[in-house]
Every structure is written in C-alpha cells, then in structure tokens.
C-alpha cells in the first residue's frame, strides 16, 4: 500500500470501548486492523476542559433557551485538533481515519492524507433528531462552519448512505470525487450458523423484535398499533419484544413483552440479546429518524427481514425485497400491518425473505467487507 500502513484512528469519544456509539468506532477500527500494518487510537484529553463545556452549554441553555454545544465551537475544535495534532506527529502516522468532524476541522498535520468517516453531517442531522434542534445562532452558524472545515480537510470521505453523501454534496459543496458510499457493518462479535428455513412455514407464531433505545423516536406508538391491528384486522397473534428502552408508563399490552435496555459488556446479557435476535422474525422499526441503523445489520446477520421507514440513512442499509421493506414516513400502523400480512400470508415469502436477508448481510453489511472495501479505496489514495 505504498508504504501507507501505519493509521492514526482520530476519535472524539473512546473508540476502544464497545459501549462508544453503539461499539461502531470499535468495530470499524478492528475492521481497519485487519488489513494494515498498526491501527492506533488518538483522542483529546481534556477531561477538565469538557467538563467546563458542558457547564457552559447548561449556563446558555438557562438564560437563553437556545442551544450551544461546546464541541462544535471552533474554539473546542481549535483544542481537540492541537491535542490529537500532538499525539499524531509522535507516533509517526502515515494517514489518519477520523470519526469525528469538530477533531479535524482545525487540524494543521501537513501531508499527511485525512480520511473521514460519519453515518451524518451536521446539516442533515440539525432539526431532524431531537436534541439537535433551537441552536442559538453563533452556535449554530460555528457548527456548520466546523463540519465544511472538516470535509474540506479530509481528503477522502466515506459514508455509509447515499443520503448523508448528497446532504455533503448539497450542503457543504463538496466534490462527489472524494466521497464514497460504503455501507457499516454490524456490531456483533460473530454470527451464527442458520438453517433455513428460519421457521416453519405456516407457522402461527410470530414475533416482531423492536430493538431501540427512543421509544417515541423509534415509533414505538405505531409499532404497538400495528400489533393490535395484525390481531383484529388480520387474525395474528404476534408477539412484539421491546428491547433497549421502556414505552411509557401506562402503555401496554398482553402480547408486548417489555425486555428493556440490555448491556452487552455483560455476558448474560449480551446472551440475551443474540437469543432475541434468533427468535424473532421481523426487526420492526418504524423509526421516525435515522441516520443509518446498526440494528438492522444485526437483523440480517440473523436471517431476519426489517420492516421499517424510508427516512434518513435507512435505505443505505435495508433494501426493499432483499433484507426488509421500507415504508414512506407517513405510512400509519394499518400500512405497517399489512406489509407483515401480506409476507406472512405469500407462499414463501417470508423463507425467501428470510435467506436473502443473511446473503445481503455476507455481502454487504458486516465489518470484514467493510474493511476490504475501505482498504481499497484508501490504497487508490495512497498510490495517488
């Protein structure tokens, strides 16, 4: 790889735990590993500093009932980019994978080429997921300033949908030459072995797996709707597991089975997890805001087919008839409940569903493919 073997892996949070951003920067890093000669990670230390960040965020949000966070002010991105510019030059990188934007916006490291990673850009993110909405106006100007230094910096982009590619073309001006689309893999250790069919066909049971952490942004609501209306429209008794958050209080049902948050630093719990993953039989997600969705990868590793929205960066990794369905955004739980009836209800649907599901993840989500992929793009950069 003409020489370039040597990657500083440029990171705002510790991407050397799995608990960081769902284990993506752990897995991706691993991924990168695989294929050149030392892979090691660089991040700002700046306990103290943070801390006062976050204070004066809380201090604007009080008197202002505006946002402002600290990590997308040029100041803070001026800090982060002297920290890891330090750690850089010592260790003799030949090139650097960054995953976070507001760390290279300032960065001053020569030749040396910039590769940056992200499932979004600040623009596309800014008023769609909550929390990233009513920035006061300095901050919100700075932020975007940020993110156009940082693809400006970078030498080569990759995102893992065409979505978040076309909101840096569009609004930053970025070339399409030094994008890339590839899409993430899932955060899983391994996956297993599958006999298919998955299920019996003509079986009655059926369990839908709602795996998020947002009950609202997830679309909790329409997930429990489609339930009741799969029964009384329909006839089927499904079962709908709720994992990594609880719907709110009040809100039930005799056939949602309430798992909630599962750690999967902790075996028995990380146990658990995968034993959801092979028991059901549709991720079923109507989410009302994406990025991308890992767990929809971990769907596919496990042969089961997503059902869910066609918004954001979700068609980078569910494709229609191949791992899942995708819904337009206003579709209601009736929408929802028919695409299952209408699987369910086909001869063979549902198997080859099911199959196609795990090839495409083989093919084209999980983080060795990813790496291969990367690691041939990066080599066209490095032979320049």
Not at 139 to 152: G, P, S, Y
Not at 316 to 331: H, K, M, Q, S, T
Request: with cysteine.
């Amino acid at each position: 790889m003409s020489g370039k073997s040597r990657i500083a892996f440029a990171s705002l949070p510790d991407a050397t735990s799995k608990s960081t951003w769902s284990g993506t920067p752990y897995f991706m890093a691993h991924a990168l590993a695989e294929h050149f000669e030392q892979v090691f990670h660089v991040s700002p230390m700046l306990k103290r500093l943070e801390m006062m960040g976050g204070v004066a965020d809380k201090a604007i949000l009080k008197l202002t009932r505006k946002r402002c966070v600290h990590k997308r002010t040029h100041f803070f991105s001026k800090k982060y980019a002297e920290s890891v510019t330090k750690q850089i030059k010592h260790s003799g990188a030949e090139m650097v994978f960054a995953i976070s934007s507001t760390v290279i916006a300032h960065m001053n490291i020569g030749k040396i080429p910039i590769i940056y990673s992200s499932d979004t850009t600040f623009a596309s993110i800014y008023d769609y997921y909550p929390g990233f909405e009513n920035y006061a106006t300095p901050c919100l100007k700075q932020a975007h300033q940020v993110e156009k230094m940082a693809l400006e910096r970078a030498n080569l982009i990759i995102y893992p949908s065409q979505w978040a590619a076309d909101s840096a073309i569009r609004d930053y001006g970025v070339s399409e030459e030094k994008i890339c689309v590839v899409p993430y893999g899932a955060n899983i250790d391994s996956w297993p072995e599958i006999e298919f069919p998955k299920r019996n066909p003509g079986s009655k049971e059926c369990n839908l797996l709602f795996l998020g952490v947002d009950w609202n942004r997830k679309g909790g609501e329409i997930a429990l709707q489609a339930l009741v209306e799969l029964e009384e429209r329909y006839g089927l008794l499904a079962t709908l597991y709720v994992v990594g958050c609880r719907p709110p209080v009040g809100v039930n049902h005799e056939r949602m089975k309430v798992i909630g948050f599962l750690d999967k630093r902790d075996k028995q719990q990380y146990g658990r997890f995968l034993e959801l993953l092979m028991k059901s039989h549709y991720l079923f997600l109507p989410t009302r805001a994406e990025c991308y969705g890992l767990v929809f990868c971990e769907a596919s590793a496990y042969g089961m087919p997503s059902i869910s929205t066609d918004t954001g960066g979700v068609g980078g990794v569910v494709r229609n008839g191949e791992n899942g369905y995708l819904l337009p955004i206003d579709a209601g739980p009736e929408a929802y409940a028919k695409r299952i009836h209408d699987i369910e209800t086909k001869p063979g649907s549902y198997e080859k569903l099911s199959e196609s599901s795990r090839q495409y993840f083989e093919e084209n989500l999980n983080w060795h493919v990813w790496g291969e992929r990367v690691s041939r793009i990066i080599s066209r950069l490095a032979d320049g």
